[in-house]
Each structure stands twice: as C-alpha cells, then as structure tokens.
C-alpha cells in the first residue's frame, strides 16, 4: 500500500492544531512532519523534534538548489519543508501529515500533486472572528490584520481535496479520519 503526504491547513484561529493534536493521540502511526526555520529556538523546542533549526545561508542554499517542497518567510525567519525528509518518510512506508500555511499547502500541490490537501474551515467567518477577539492576546489593529488574511486563506480553499468544518473536536478529528481512511483505502 502507497503511504501518502496529508497537508492541514486553515485559518489563523480555525483549531487546526487542535485538530491534528487529537488526530495524532488516536492515531500514533502517522508521522508529523518537522519543518525547517531560521528562527532561534524558544525555551522547551528540540532540533529534529519542533524544527530543524538552520542558518540563513543554509536556507537560502536549499531554496537554491530546490531542496525544498514548499518555503516561505515570515517576521525576517525562514521556514520549509525539505523534500528530502518527506520523501525518506514515504519510502520507509510512514503516512506523513504537514501543518502549514495555506500558500505553502498550494506549493507543495504544485510538486507533488498525489498529496492530500485538507482545510480545516470555521463554522462561520463571525465564529472565527469571535474565536480569535476571545483570545484577548492581540490588538484591535493585529486582529484586523489577521482577519484580512483569514480572507485570503478561505479564499484559497477551493483548491483543497477535502474542506472539514471545525465545529466540534471530536466531529472534526471524526472527519479527518474517514477522510484519510477513505484515501488509504483508494492508494
């Protein structure tokens, strides 16, 4: 049986950690994939187990030489996933699930179109604007800012294999599973 490359995405606020924490702990053989930064560790993270903490120079050495599936920059850090750690994942038969963004998501389509692309959505664009105001961890102006990209990131969804309303856990993490049970089956 073909194992396969799954890509969660959503909005900023949407729970697709949550999701995919849940997912995980009910199904420990699926692999989560470790990304690369060029971010400094925060206090508690593991090199090869949070993210494979590289330089700058050896990044943009890796996005020259095409080593990676899908990168991009955020706040002056790096981050990518190298195909060279998915790929050896796929081959020594491990599903393999990523959580980026939903640009990145697109790129990883892009090279590798047999992967799997599910985006955890909002009940609403109100629930999910209500869920990231009841944070109270950011400014009026931060908030705004990040509803303007939750508009892009839905807008980007219909790109996506599956689409999984995060209304409930357990309903979501229910769905996530037939979704890659049903793909596991057809590989």
Same mark, same amino acid.
């Given at each position: 049986m &073909?194992?396969?490359? @799954?890509?969660?995405?959503g909005?900023s606020g949407?729970g697709?950690? /949550?999701?995919?924490?849940?997912?995980?702990?009910?199904?420990?053989d699926f +692999?989560?994939s470790?990304?690369c /930064?060029?971010?400094?560790?925060?206090?508690g993270?593991?090199?090869?187990v949070?993210?494979?903490f590289?330089?700058?120079?050896?990044f943009?050495?890796?996005?020259e030489g095409e080593?990676?599936?899908e990168?991009a920059?955020f706040a002056?850090n790096?981050y990518?996933t190298k195909?060279?750690?998915i790929n050896?994942c796929?081959e020594?038969?491990?599903? *393999? *699930?990523l959580e980026?963004?939903t $640009?990145? !998501? #697109?790129?990883?389509k892009? $090279? +590798?179109p047999?992967?799997? #692309?599910i985006? *955890?959505?909002p009940?609403?664009p109100e629930?999910?604007?209500?869920r #990231?105001?009841g944070?109270? /961890?950011?400014d009026?102006? /931060?908030?705004?800012k990040?509803?303007?990209?939750v508009?892009?990131? #839905?807008?980007r !969804?219909q790109?996506?294999? @599956?689409k999984?309303i &995060?209304?409930?856990?357990d309903n979501a993490v229910s769905?996530l599973e037939?979704?890659?049970l049903?793909?596991?089956?057809?590989?």
């Amino acid at each position: 049986m &073909n194992k396969k490359l @799954y890509v969660i995405s959503g909005s900023s606020g949407v729970g697709k950690g /949550t999701v995919l924490k849940e997912f995980l702990k009910r199904n420990p053989d699926f +692999m989560l994939s470790v990304s690369c /930064t060029t971010r400094s560790p925060r206090d508690g993270e593991v090199d090869g187990v949070n993210y494979f903490f590289i330089s700058k120079e050896e990044f943009k050495n890796c996005i020259e030489g095409e080593k990676f599936l899908e990168w991009a920059e955020f706040a002056g850090n790096f981050y990518g996933t190298k195909k060279k750690f998915i790929n050896q994942c796929l081959e020594e038969g491990k599903d *393999i *699930i990523l959580e980026i963004d939903t $640009q990145g !998501a #697109l790129q990883v389509k892009k $090279q +590798m179109p047999e992967a799997v #692309l599910i985006f *955890i959505c909002p009940p609403s664009p109100e629930a999910l604007e209500k869920r #990231l105001r009841g944070r109270h /961890t950011e400014d009026e102006e /931060t908030i705004r800012k990040r509803l303007k990209i939750v508009e892009e990131e #839905l807008a980007r !969804a219909q790109y996506f294999d @599956y689409k999984i309303i &995060n209304d409930n856990l357990d309903n979501a993490v229910s769905e996530l599973e037939n979704v890659i049970l049903g793909e596991q089956k057809n590989a």
